[in-house]
């Protein structure tokens, strides 16, 4: 089992930032993927990024690519999510999710319990 717990959510204006942390513990050896999802009121869940530990190699949604950064740290088995030029439709709560393959849908096998975004106009 791969416990997950995110952090670093909260109230933004419209072109602010905020990082979100993504803390893994328990069997992380086991999962060479970890990933980000959104999920707005109303909606499916969207992905958002995803870092495969092995290789460093990145990967983001359309609707985030150029606005939005995924990294790790290693040492404290963290994966981070860096926000940048928030706008009002990026309001939702994100998901941190574990896996072994990077994949657009929201089937990983472990998920964090989720952090509220909400972006103000």
């Known amino acids: 089992q791969v416990q997950l717990v995110e952090s670093g959510g909260g109230l933004v204006q419209d072109g602010g930032s905020l990082r979100l942390s993504c803390a893994a513990s328990?069997?992380?050896?086991?999962?060479?993927?970890m990933g980000w999802f959104r999920q707005a009121p109303g909606k499916e869940r969207e992905f958002v990024a995803a870092?495969?530990?092995?290789?460093?190699?990145?990967y983001y949604g359309d609707s985030v690519k150029g606005r939005f950064i995924i990294s790790r740290d290693n040492a404290k088995n963290t994966v981070y999510l860096q926000m940048n030029s928030l706008k009002p439709e990026d309001t939702a709560v994100y998901y941190c999710a574990a896996g072994q393959v990077v994949t657009r849908t929201p089937s990983y096998d472990f998920w964090g319990q989720g952090t509220q975004v909400t972006v103000s106009s």
């Open positions: 328990g069997r992380t050896f086991s999962s060479d993927v």
């Open positions: 870092i495969r530990l092995s290789s460093s190699s990145t």
